[in-house]
């Protein structure tokens, strides 16, 4: 199947310059132009029916719709699919939701998206059975970033969280760390994200692997932010069962956790193992080993699959890598006594 990053590659231009050229957008010369559509046509790239639509859109505008922008995640994945769009001649339309289920319905059920945008990209969105009809209503082009819910008819770019929350836990227990506590997001959250279910199944299927059976009393709810990974932290320490190890499951809670660790004058990672997944911009000045996954690269795939896709298509899963930072190493010889209160009593 011929893609439009072929197109661009014969014709030695960028995939945002064929997308221009080959909808006859402006700030592309004549000599350019005419050696896309020659590259084009050599190869046989023909653009699908969703492709066509999003050409001849009225608004030219892109919706772009996430639970909260001011999650690291979401923020960088707007921002690569931003900089791609403007690059493809569109403007973008945020909707950010705020966490909240009452704007998910108003956004997705009063038909308003169909009257603004041109095409829809949704990042992590949870959808109810009865959104799929809505979704269908809007007649749109679309895609989807980072777990969500799938919409038929719709290509995704995503991860594969399971295999992350493996790779993160994996690498615990090879170290030789058998009590790891896990902080997770909210499961009474209103945007209760699908990657929640998955890094948890991906938690327990590392432990079961290897021979342990999961303690529920290591495992801690939380917002998926500083404050809510220093709140999980605090309540791990307060149940006084002993760990030797935290897995969190985005990178903003372990480092909310790092700071709870350091106020009990727990050491990281001679009494304490930390581990996350992402790759903030951040973690490298606090030495947190976690399991990288590409942020920017999943809006940049996002806008590519959207502008120009060649037909239907599933998945585009993009690779994650353990990155060992210094917030990792072998267990303390001794478990859990070192785990006081902040007043230095055992909690």
């Known amino acids: 199947m011929i893609r439009i990053d072929d197109v661009a590659r014969e014709a030695g231009v960028s995939t945002a310059t064929v997308s221009r050229a080959l909808r006859g957008l402006p ?19 023909i653009a699908s029916p969703s492709a066509s639509r999003l050409a001849g859109g009225r608004t030219g505008c892109v919706g772009v719709v996430v639970p909260r922008i001011t999650r690291w995640f979401f923020s960088t994945v ?69 777990s969500g819910t799938p919409v038929p008819g719709w290509p995704s770019v995503r991860i594969d969280d399971v295999a992350a929350a493996r790779d993160a836990v994996g690498h615990l227990i090879g170290l030789g760390h058998t009590r790891i506590a896990r902080i997770c997001g909210k499961s009474s959250d ?64 372990a480092m909310g956790a790092l700071t709870t660790l350091r106020r009990h004058g727990l050491r990281v990672p001679e009494d304490v193992s930390l581990i996350g997944i992402d790759d903030h911009d951040l973690a490298p000045a606090v030495g947190l080993t976690t399991v990288a996954q590409p942020a920017a690269e ?17 998945d585009v899963l993009l690779p994650t890598h353990l990155t060992i930072r210094e917030s990792t190493a072998p267990p303390p010889r001794t478990l859990g006594p070192e785990i006081t209160s902040e007043d230095g009593e055992r909690p």
């Open 190 to 253: 209103e945007l209760a994200l699908t990657a929640h279910v998955d890094r948890q199944r991906g938690y327990h299927e590392a432990l079961r692997h290897a021979g342990i059976v999961p303690d529920p009393a290591l495992e801690v709810e939380g917002a998926l932010d500083l404050a809510g990974g220093a709140a999980a932290a605090e309540e791990l320490l307060r149940r006084g069962v002993p760990f030797t190890a935290i897995y969190a499951i985005c990178d903003e809670a």
């Open 27 to 45: 700030m592309v010369s004549e000599a350019t132009r005419q050696r896309v559509l020659e590259a084009a046509t050599r190869l046989g790239y």
């Open 78 to 146: 707007v921002e690569a699919a931003e900089h791609s769009l403007h690059e493809a001649g569109y403007d973008v339309l945020l909707f950010n939701l705020g966490g909240s289920e009452q704007a998910r319905l108003k956004l997705l059920r009063t038909g308003a998206l169909r009257q603004r945008v041109d095409a829809i990209m949704m990042i992590s969105m949870p959808l109810q059975p009865d959104d799929f009809a809505a979704v269908s209503r809007l007649e749109l082009p679309g895609v989807t970033v980072s």
């Open 298 to 314: 999943q809006g940049r795939r996002a806008v590519e699959t959207l502008l120009s896709p060649t037909g239907p298509q599933g």
